[in-house]
């Protein structure tokens, strides 16, 4: 069992070798530990809270030099958890980060659980559940705006529209809990009217939130873009390309391609996975038609699709009928080989496609440019967006809550509601902590977060 009240230790940077690893040291016995293990060069007395101390990590059993380190302590509440919080710079080299953290054991620090740290900052007041979780996404932020849209809720900004948004239920449910107690007293602003009102522009607050959230979870987990096209118009020529090595075979022969391969890829600031499908040959058997059965299941999946022409040579019935099959997909439509002489015409279709050269790298930084533009919205960027679905899931429920309220027969059903709604926005900032949503949220830090 976790014990709240113990000194936890962890080394916080990866394990391996590194130029330096930091190891971290939290609660009541932090000061004590550093004072044990850590002759400072410079000390005077007493550490002082935020300052950088040069010194030595020993062995309190054997007074042996374990490393020469830097270490600070930063004085409770002025720390990441709250607590009393001393972080030791070593080399990073695993024996010595073992060294360090075996010695800090026998000294009666335990070793901190997965995401213990941020989890008593928590439990501190240091931040909320939403800011916890922003830690965890700023750590496994995989492209440029899904670090930006951690940092902002890091930083607090998604909290402050979801406590504004739970300020203004508390206000109308004060006035009708005071109208439920005293019927009676005139001094009591209570208008129903008004109370829907207010109602209903808490659910266009939350509405408006939820609006971005579909493009936020995407930034975060990834857009999959699909490269299709009949065989041989240069699907994987583009794919290497835009992943940037050699890495799917690429040939004269039609048909190359037959097991589907994905990339992760950076999209100018975006995550993407990016696939490179077989081939669509108009009569597909045995292995291609397999193949192919593929192609339309990621087709189905995909989140956009790169329809890919060859420049140089006239459209064909299998260009037509896979441009038939993703017609109603979101897409672009490219037209490769523009190196060679184009021979190919179909202004019908063609007058919005992007023209490239896979092979020569022509316009490829257009084609970026025009993914990243077809994925997010024209004006994107600057404003707090929902990246989770458990933000998602809680949201839904207080709206729903709240549109009972609004609609309630009685008073007392609708100062019901209106506390279910609290309820929830309390479980999305953490207010109300519920141990197994904790465990589940800090399941996926890793130690020493
Ligand atoms: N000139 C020229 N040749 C290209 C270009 N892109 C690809 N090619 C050539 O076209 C041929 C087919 O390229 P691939 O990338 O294998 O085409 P694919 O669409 O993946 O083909 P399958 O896997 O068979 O469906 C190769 O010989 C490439 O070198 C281009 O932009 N210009
Ligand atoms: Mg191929």
Redesign the pocket.
Known sequence: MMNPNDTIVACTTPSGYSSIAVIRVSGGQAVTLLHKIFKSTQLNGEYSSHHVYHGHVVDPETNEVVDTALAVLFKSPNSYTGEDVVEISCHGNPLIVDRVVRTLNALGGRTAQRGEFTRRALINGKIDLIQAEAVLDTVNATCEQARRLAILQYEGKLSERIYDIRSKIIDSLFLVEAEIDFPEDEDIEYDPATIKNNLRTTVDEIDELLSGAAVGVKIKSGYRILIT?R???????LFNRLVGCERAI???K????RDYIEEDVQMRDIHVLLY?T??MLSKATGPDEIAQQRTKALIHDADLVLM?FDG?EPMNEEDIFLYNLVKHKPKLLVV??I??NVRLTNESILSDSIKI????GKNISTLQRAVRDALLPHNFGGDVIITRHRHIDTLNRARACLIEAKNAPTIETMAYEMHCALNEIGELTGKTLRKEILDRIFEEFCIGK
């Open positions: 096209g065989a041989n118009v240069g699907k994987s020529t690429v040939h004269e039609p048909g190359t391609t490179d077989a081939g890919m140089s490769n080989k190196d060679l050269s896979a092979k020569t």
